[in-house]
């Protein structure tokens, strides 16, 4: 049974402020509608998972033609391009 003409009781939430039950239930709705979204999300992300577990790891293209240049003798390292990789890979560990 509803009493009325009662003040509605106020609420405490974690942050210790104070709000009525109508501002707690609108609180839920809106945290149920991120949830869907964050499900949503989830489920596109998943997805996209399945779809890059469906794709080779070896990309055997590449592979052969890496493979190609080196019997040939074409293969070649740029050595500038490598030392800057090896340097930005090592402070990008050093950062972590």
């Known amino acids: 049974m509803k009493v009325t ?3 509605q009781p106020l609420l405490q939430d974690a942050r210790g402020g104070l709000r009525t039950e109508g501002q707690e239930v609108a609180r839920r709705d809106q ?6 979204f964050v499900t949503t999300s989830s489920f596109t992300i998943d997805k996209l998972k399945q779809r890059i ?3 080779p790891e070896i990309r055997m293209d590449k ?4 493979r190609d240049q080196l019997r040939n003798g074409e293969y070649k390292v740029d050595a500038a391009r490598l030392a800057d990789k090896m340097l930005t890979e090592a402070l990008n560990e050093e950062l972590s």
Do not use: H, I, W
Request: net charge neutral; proline share 6%.
């Open 53 to 55: 577990a469906a794709e």
């Open 5 to 7: 003409n009662q003040p």
């Open 63 to 66: 592979v052969a033609s890496l």
């Open 31 to 36: 945290q149920l509608r991120k949830d869907n």
